[in-house]
């Protein structure tokens, strides 16, 4: 079993509709969350990131982690062609210098 | 700001073939990553620097070797390129000495590298 697990896609909505992504993970030992965007040819970029359970919001992304289910997910109000992407989760443990876990990512596309 | 500065940007070898991937940050980092990245694999570390003189062991470390050279750069190498080694690298660096910055990471914009 894969440390996290993502949902590859790929995902296609339109323009305006809201958007989920999800990721479950199986350490319970994990504390931090993130998500990360990657645009085509381009390096991942920090979009989100969340210690512990919880919610998260920055302008039209919300983050939010559920540690009892092991349950991570990204939404996306107001969805604009620019959001296309391909969004990666990575979790974290808390015992020192902790590397990432990256899930596979999923391909988002906005329908104009 | 630069921020994290990967070279070639493109690369195709033969089998066998030798070649070093360089990159360079500006922010001071103390931690420096190298991943590689293919389809429905995701993001795999390769080898990580937590700071100036000491390099770890990823994941996927066969085949490749790196070198802090310095703050700044940490470099991979292929000595004997293989087919399987085909793939995206990407390098990265963080402040992950800080807890409350911990895995926060700042990408290059990756190395497309064909193995023949």
Request: glycine share 8%.
């Amino acid at each position: 079993q894969k440390e996290v697990e993502q949902d590859p896609g790929p995902l296609s909505v339109p323009e305006g509709a809201i958007v989920s992504l999800n990721c479950t993970y199986s350490n319970s030992a994990f504390q931090y969350f993130m998500w990360y965007r990657q645009y085509s040819r381009k390096g991942p970029e920090l979009l989100m990131y969340t210690y512990s359970s919880g919610n998260k919001e920055d302008g039209r992304f919300t983050a939010q982690v559920d540690k009892s289910s092991k349950y991570i997910s990204l939404f996306i109000r107001d969805s604009q062609p620019s959001d296309s992407a391909t969004y990666l989760c990575a979790v974290q443990g808390n015992f020192g210098n902790e590397k990432l876990t990256f899930g596979t990512g999923t391909r988002l596309t906005i329908i104009p | 700001n630069a921020g994290v500065t990967q070279t070639p940007k493109f690369q195709v070898l033969k089998t066998g073939q030798s070649m070093t991937l360089q990159c360079a940050q500006d922010m001071n980092h103390n931690s420096m990553y190298w991943y590689r990245q293919d389809p429905g694999m995701g993001l795999r570390l390769i080898y990580y620097s937590a700071s100036e003189g000491t390099t770890d062991k990823g994941e996927v470390p066969n085949g490749y070797n790196v070198s802090r050279l310095n703050k700044r750069e940490f470099s991979l190498r292929l000595e004997s390129a293989a087919p399987s080694q085909t793939s995206v690298y990407f390098c990265a660096s963080s402040e992950a000495q800080a807890s409350d910055r911990k895995g926060k990471l700042f990408f290059g914009s990756g190395t497309q590298l064909s193995v023949l």
